[in-house]
């Protein structure tokens, strides 16, 4: 199946009885236009979108009478880091970016891929954390720079 063109997203629909077959990818795949896939129920999905075209969490591919093909990430082992002051969020925001660490900030919570050095210098800057499995459900999108 050849998708050249997003459906929908399944935010914008309404409650549906349709049986959702989930093509899985993970978090970096959010930011290609050209990808081959298979969901979970085995159909094999060409995505082939417009130049400018991002993939979106809960993206519609295809629809039919009884199912829905989605896009959702993977579920990952995660950080979920909760700074209590803003200094707390300073010192750890300041850690990630010098890492060059991908994270998205959500609320109250920065959430990191889990990488298991990362848990000394969480623990180095004293900001509370768990452990845990997200989605993510945005794409990341690296920013240029030059050294």
Known sequence: MLITKIAGNLNDIESSDKNIDWLEVEWE???????RK????GT???ISLESGNTL???DVLYEDENTLIAIRTKLEKVYVIKPKTMQEMG???FEIGNRHTMCIIEEDEILVRYDETLEKLIDEVGVSYEQSE??????????????
């Open 38 to 41: 298979e969901t979970e129920n």
């Open 56 to 58: 979106r969490y809960g």
């Open 91 to 93: 010192k750890m925001a």
């Open 44 to 46: 094999e999905v060409a």
């Open 29 to 35: 795949d959010l930011n290609k236009r050209i990808m």
């Open 134 to 147: 997200r989605r993510f459900k945005e794409p990341f999108k690296y920013r240029g720079h030059q050294h």
